[in-house]
């Protein structure tokens, strides 16, 4: 049975845009964005500031901290909306646990571009040096059920756009099926 998207998760590797995105969707569309980043605990945020990756074992607890949250606000009847880098299908398939209807939002781009945003964001704890490493994680979602790719160079409006639509013709073919 399919079933319509109640809550996205804008993915992909640091610098792509995930948090302008959800809050530019949020802002329209009156969900609620969680920020996928502030749930972190303290060893990981110390981990990835000394240019060190994560892996799967830090990644657990966050995971399931962030299942938890989508849980907590789709209970609240809100929409959440998600950051989160997502970067392996095990990832994915963890945050697919926490709701039905969970929708991706992959913000793809390339390794140069990345590099180039990230060592411009001020104040953020995710050096340029780990955008590698998150490359070499990556698993692409498409072809995974409930994924969009787009590409992360668009506008905001563009893409806030794009996303809409996608999540408005998932509603249709939902209800059609």
Sequence with gaps: M???????????VAGCGKTCVSEA????????AIEGDTFHPAANIEKMSAG??????D?????????????????TGQR??????????????ILRS??????????????????????????????????ESQFATLESPAGEPYVRVVDAQQSRQALVADIQAWVRREATEAVSS
């Excluded at 399919?2 to 992909?12: E, F, Q, R, S």
Aim: glycine share 6%; with cysteine; aromatic share 6%.
């Design 2 to 12: 399919n079933h319509p998207i109640t809550a996205l998760v804008i993915m992909g």
């Design 25 to 32: 969707l949020c802002q329209l569309s009156g969900a609620t």
């Design 52 to 57: 060190i990756p994560l892996n799967d074992d």
């Design 59 to 75: 990644r657990a607890g966050w995971l399931d901290s962030l299942c938890e949250e989508l849980r907590r606000v789709d209970a």
């Design 80 to 93: 959440p909306v998600l950051t989160c880098s997502a970067l392996k299908h095990s990832y994915r398939e």
């Design 98 to 131: 926490a709701l039905p209807g969970l929708g991706f939002v992959f913000l793809e781009l390339t390794p140069e571009v990345a590099a180039e945003r990230v060592s411009h964001r001020p104040g953020h704890f995710m050096p340029a040096t780990l955008i």
